[in-house]
């Protein structure tokens, strides 16, 4: 795996924990664990939950020039085969493929006989038709006809395997998702906190909170929201209505001076808050947004739900053919469509609390199902699908 992340460190603690599997996690960078510069969010940063407890784990020494995941050179670990060969593994589990180090892995002899599972995210939600994209499909597939298991994420993922040529006998439902007992056991004290935060900025609690939560940068399309919003505001829609923008990135500037004088009065900004804070952050709004105009996921997503709050994405999101039932546990609208973003908003601007809450509530049922109880069970049945584990041996 490329570095430690908030989302799977739990869950590698939770399979140690919980079933019969021996891992061994090797990372090939030690961004989150180390302060490092995120190109993102444009600073450093160091996650303040811990991320290596509970499971064993090593660092494969990365000696890329320009370490990281924004480029094919930025995973190179020279050692990694040699490391992984001395644990003798019975299987290997990939996360990813596009990277120098995956693909020495998977080209190398000395593992052809151990099975190999991959688990991504990417799907075809966003993909442009064409004879650029077919033909990056059919590598795609001859690279995939080396793996003997693929751990789908959700929907759209699972397609995305399909399309790639990957029988459904190969591909096992290991959903995306977050620590929910860490965010459902928050919940209780994010709430009291929130109230408290909302009341410093003069925010009602019968006030409909809309919240961006993530990095500004042009991929989110936190502009969207930010123009939709403005527009609703300007036509009367959206009186006891508030915006809340939390994170950071380059767009940061762009966004505050579209705010106008709506800055600071129905539109804030917070900071970027690190994974301690992220409960009292979901709790302050009553709906999430995502506009994006590509999200392999949205984990943010799962997170919010966990906090009973409904979400609003777009439709290249690959979360919301999982996770957002139409007016069950929240809204889509069809990506890149500025007038059709501004429909959904008012839609639910026009409900009343009590309604935002059942569909809240409906969604915090709903992400239950995308654990990680449930994301080991996929594991261990891909497992068990490999020659040499047949009948659980």
Same mark, same amino acid.
């Given at each position: 795996?490329?570095?430690?992340?908030?989302?799977?460190?739990?869950?590698?603690?939770?399979?140690? #924990?919980?079933?019969?599997?021996?891992?061994?996690?090797?990372?090939?960078?030690?961004?989150?664990?180390?302060?490092r510069?995120?190109?993102?969010?444009?600073?450093?940063?160091?996650?303040?939950?811990?991320?290596?407890?509970?499971?064993?784990?090593?660092?494969?020494?990365?000696?890329?020039?320009?370490?990281?995941?924004?480029?094919?050179?930025?995973?190179?670990?020279?050692?990694?085969?040699?490391?992984?060969?001395?644990?003798?593994?019975?299987?290997?589990?990939?996360?990813?493929?596009?990277?120098?180090?995956?693909?020495?892995?998977?080209?190398?002899?000395?593992?052809?006989?151990i099975?190999?599972?991959?688990?991504?995210?990417?799907?075809?939600?966003?993909?442009?038709?064409?004879?650029?994209?077919?033909?990056?499909?059919?590598?795609?597939?001859?690279?995939?006809?080396?793996?003997?298991?693929?751990?789908?994420?959700?929907? @759209?993922?699972?397609?995305?395997?399909?399309?790639?040529?990957?029988?459904?006998?190969?591909?096992?439902?290991?959903?995306?998702?977050?620590?929910?007992?860490?965010?459902?056991?928050? !919940?209780?004290?994010a709430?009291?906190?929130?109230?408290?935060?909302?009341?410093?900025?003069?925010?009602?609690?019968?006030?409909?909170?809309?919240?961006? !939560?993530?990095?500004?940068?042009?991929?989110k399309?936190?502009?969207?929201?930010?123009?939709?919003?403005?527009?609703?505001?300007?036509?009367?829609?959206?009186? #006891?209505?508030?915006?809340?923008?939390?994170? @950071?990135?380059?767009?940061?500037?762009?966004?505050?001076?579209?705010?106008?004088?709506?800055?600071?009065?129905?539109?804030?900004?917070?900071?970027?808050?690190?994974?301690?804070?992220?409960p009292?952050?979901?709790?302050?709004?009553?709906?999430l947004?995502?506009?994006?105009?590509?999200?392999?996921?949205?984990?943010?997503?799962?997170?919010?739900?966990?906090? !009973?709050?409904?979400?609003?994405?777009?439709?290249?999101?690959?979360?919301g053919?999982?996770?957002?039932?139409?007016?069950?546990?929240?809204?889509?609208?069809?990506?890149?469509?500025?007038?059709?973003?501004?429909?959904?908003?008012?839609?639910?601007?026009?409900?009343?609390?009590?309604?935002?809450? !059942?569909?809240?509530?409906?969604?915090?049922?709903?992400?239950?199902?995308?654990?990680? &109880?449930?994301?080991?069970?996929?594991?261990i &049945?891909?497992?068990?699908?490999?020659?040499?584990?047949?009948?659980?041996?």
């Amino acid at each position: 795996m490329s570095h430690p992340t908030q989302y799977f460190s739990p869950w590698f603690k939770y399979i140690v #924990e919980n079933s019969h599997v021996v891992l061994k996690v090797f990372y090939l960078w030690d961004f989150g664990v180390e302060s490092r510069h995120d190109q993102s969010f444009g600073h450093s940063l160091k996650w303040d939950i811990p991320l290596l407890e509970g499971y064993e784990y090593e660092f494969v020494p990365n000696i890329s020039r320009d370490p990281g995941t924004h480029h094919f050179m930025g995973l190179n670990n020279p050692e990694l085969g040699a490391r992984i060969a001395d644990w003798r593994p019975d299987a290997i589990l990939m996360f990813g493929y596009t990277y120098l180090s995956h693909l020495s892995i998977m080209c190398s002899p000395r593992f052809y006989k151990i099975p190999l599972l991959m688990r991504g995210d990417s799907h075809d939600l966003s993909r442009s038709p064409g004879i650029k994209s077919w033909l990056k499909n059919r590598l795609r597939a001859c690279l995939f006809k080396r793996f003997s298991g693929f751990l789908a994420v959700g929907k @759209a993922n699972t397609e995305y395997f399909q399309h790639c040529n990957v029988p459904d006998s190969k591909i096992y439902f290991v959903p995306h998702c977050v620590d929910n007992l860490r965010f459902q056991s928050a !919940a209780n004290q994010a709430l009291q906190d929130a109230a408290v935060w909302r009341a410093e900025l003069g925010i009602s609690g019968a006030a409909t909170v809309l919240l961006f !939560a993530g990095k500004f940068e042009n991929t989110k399309r936190p502009q969207d929201l930010v123009d939709a919003f403005l527009k609703l505001r300007s036509e009367g829609a959206a009186k #006891e209505c508030y915006l809340m923008m939390s994170g @950071a990135g380059a767009l940061e500037s762009l966004l505050k001076s579209r705010a106008g004088t709506e800055l600071g009065v129905s539109i804030f900004f917070a900071p970027f808050q690190n994974q301690t804070l992220m409960p009292k952050v979901y709790a302050f709004g009553d709906v999430l947004v995502l506009p994006s105009a590509g999200e392999t996921w949205g984990l943010a997503v799962n997170e919010a739900m966990n906090l !009973a709050k409904p979400v609003i994405v777009s439709s290249r999101v690959g979360c919301g053919p999982d996770l957002v039932i139409d007016d069950v546990t929240g809204w889509v609208f069809e990506a890149g469509d500025p007038t059709a973003l501004t429909g959904v908003l008012q839609k639910v601007l026009s409900l009343d609390k009590a309604r935002l809450q !059942a569909v809240g509530y409906a969604a915090r049922k709903h992400v239950d199902r995308y654990s990680y &109880k449930q994301a080991t069970f996929g594991l261990i &049945k891909a497992i068990h699908s490999l020659r040499g584990f047949k009948n659980g041996n």
